[in-house]
């Protein structure tokens, strides 16, 4: 699912006026609104999955806070797409069933990415509703 929702390096995403919902006090993001946001190419999907649950192209959470303290050249080889930036809107976070996804845009949301947020629904309600 990664693989097809990147974007180009050294692309931008442009700043949104969107209301956000809060999971305990973590911004969230609904299906609908994600569908949205990746059509138009306003979104950043980071999969915090296990490798094992995920074949490829996921950050899993235990290893997030090293990934987004790298210099951008280190997580470009690692991971083969551009580091986030801290001033990224929409940077989506989100995991099988929700609770790494919400661990992961707290994570985020605390060093500084402050367009973090979680997709609640996570890949669960992805694969259940992508009909």
């Known amino acids: 699912m990664l693989q097809a929702l990147r974007r180009p390096v050294g692309s931008t995403f ?29 979104a950043r999907l980071i999969d915090v999955r296990s490798r094992e649950e995920a074949a490829a192209g996921t950050i899993p959470v235990s290893e997030l806070e090293s990934a987004l303290r790298m210099d951008p050249a280190t997580f470009q080889a690692l991971f083969s797409e551009e580091k986030p930036r801290l001033e990224d809107e929409n ?20 060093l500084g990415y402050t367009g973090a947020r979680n997709y609640s629904g996570a890949y669960k309600e992805w694969s259940e509703k992508d009909h």
């Not at 949104?16 to 190419?41: N, Y």
């Not at 976070?93 to 661990?103: A, D, H, L």
């Open 14 to 42: 442009p700043r949104l006026k969107i209301a956000v919902r809060t999971m305990t006090g973590v911004p969230t993001v609904s299906l609908p609104e994600l569908r949205s946001l990746l059509a138009s190419g306003r």
């Open 91 to 110: 940077l989506v976070f989100f995991c099988q069933m929700g609770k790494r996804g919400f661990q992961a845009t707290q994570l985020a949301r605390a």
